[in-house]
Every structure is written in structure tokens, then in C-alpha cells.
T-cell receptor
């Protein structure tokens, strides 16, 4: 069975800090790894990673995948209070199913 | 446009009621999904439709009945629910399909369901 483990479970940082969120996984047939941000309602898509070592970047957020060591990280630089959310890592294996990790709850304080 | 819409936003129903949740996307996506999310938990997959056919049922109780009338619409019919079924129900869609390159899923805003 596919498995996704995220760490830390929660994190409190000060505005301006840089944070690194971790996601490790076990999967039978890897297709992609995705990161989502969830505030009050639906998860919003951040990145999809399919190849090792290629960094995806969007503004202050970036992510990279290591398919040999079976993990991904999500970096957020110069954090802002609007970055406060739950960050979900998810895996697609066979059959287009998304298997989610439990999420990392990030709180950015002033 | 990456919008998935869901109605209603909130629903309160009794255990003997029958109601339906609706989801719509106009992105031409071939796969549509229903997820259930309890508080402080990640979404859990319930059903997957691929090309309007049910491809995955994650052992969901029969009181939940999905329907895909066409490629843009996805319904979830509810009947005789239990209080523990109260949750946020999320619809998602993607271009992903068997044999195709992987594609991201886009989520709707969800329906917050309360069963009394």
C-alpha cells in the first residue's frame, strides 16, 4: 500500500524565516508527487514533481524530488503570515489515486 | 481557468433524508474524484470516475452513491447517512488517466455536510 509521511506535523515560525517541509514516501509504481496548500477550504495546487533533482519554483516557494531516497522537500523563503496553512504532500501511484500525507501545519507569526 | 465548482456550500440533513452534492468542471478533464475530509485530517479518496465510468470505489458504504451524468458533472447522492458521515466533501478533477502522463488534481471548494 502506498504511504506518505510528512514532517514536522506542525511548525511555528516568525515572519521572514525560511522553512523546509519534508515528505517521504513508499510506493509500488511512482507516477508523481504533488504539494498542496490548504487554508480553510479546498487544497490549492502548488507543484507536481515527476523527475528527480529538478527544482520547481514559484515565487518564494520551491520544491524538489529525490526518487532514489524517496523524499521531497518544500521550501518557503521569507515567510509571510499569509503562508500560514496546512501543507499537504500527495502521491499518485497506479490508477490515478492521490494518497495524502497527514500534512504539516505551518503558522507564521509577526 | 482551473475552477471546479461545488454546490451546495453547506448542507444539514437528517438521517432519513435524501440529498445530492453536485460538482462541475469545464476544463475538459477526463477524471473526476470525490474525497471526504474530516477535521484536521487529510482528504480520503472515495470514488474515481475516468471517462465517465466508475474506476475506483474505495469500499465506500452504499449510502453514498456517485453518478457521472456527463464529462463535466459529478454527483454524490446521499441517503440514510449517519452522524459520523459529517465532513467536508471535496470534488476534484484532472487530465490524468490510465496510460497518460500524470496530471495534477484541482479541487472544488467543498460541501460541508452535517448529519443530525
Amino acid at each position: 500500500e502506498d504511504k506518505v509521511v510528512q514532517s514536522p506535523l506542525s511548525l511555528v515560525v516568525h515572519e521572514g524565516d525560511t522553512v523546509t517541509l519534508n515528505c517521504s514516501y513508499e510506493v509500488t509504481n511512482f507516477r508523481s508527487l504533488l504539494w498542496y496548500k490548504q487554508e480553510k477550504k479546498a487544497p490549492t495546487f502548488l507543484f507536481m514533481l515527476t523527475s528527480s533533482g529538478i527544482e520547481k519554483k514559484s515565487g518564494r516557494l520551491s520544491s524538489i524530488l529525490d526518487k532514489k531516497e524517496l523524499f521531497s522537500i518544500l521550501n518557503i523563503t521569507a515567510t509571510q503570515t499569509g503562508d500560514s496553512a496546512v501543507y499537504l504532500c500527495a502521491l499518485t501511484g497506479t490508477a490515478s489515486k492521490l494518497t495524502f500525507g497527514t500534512g504539516t501545519r505551518l503558522q507564521v507569526t509577526l | 481557468d482551473t475552477e471546479v465548482t461545488q454546490t451546495p456550500k453547506h448542507l444539514v440533513m437528517g438521517m432519513t433524508n435524501k440529498k445530492s452534492l453536485k460538482c462541475e468542471q469545464h476544463m475538459g478533464h477526463r477524471a473526476m474524484y470525490w474525497y471526504k475530509q474530516k477535521a484536521k485530517k487529510p482528504p480520503e479518496l472515495m470514488f474515481v470516475y475516468s471517462y465517465e465510468k466508475l474506476s475506483i470505489n474505495e469500499s465506500v458504504p452504499s449510502r453514498f452513491s456517485p453518478e457521472c451524468p456527463n464529462s463535466s458533472l459529478l454527483n454524490l447522492h446521499l441517503h440514510a447517512l449517519q452522524p459520523e458521515d459529517s465532513a467536508l466533501y471535496l470534488c476534484a478533477s484532472s487530465q490524468d488517466a490510465a496510460g497518460a502522463p500524470p496530471a495534477e488534481q484541482y479541487f472544488g471548494p467543498g460541501t460541508r455536510l452535517t448529519v443530525t
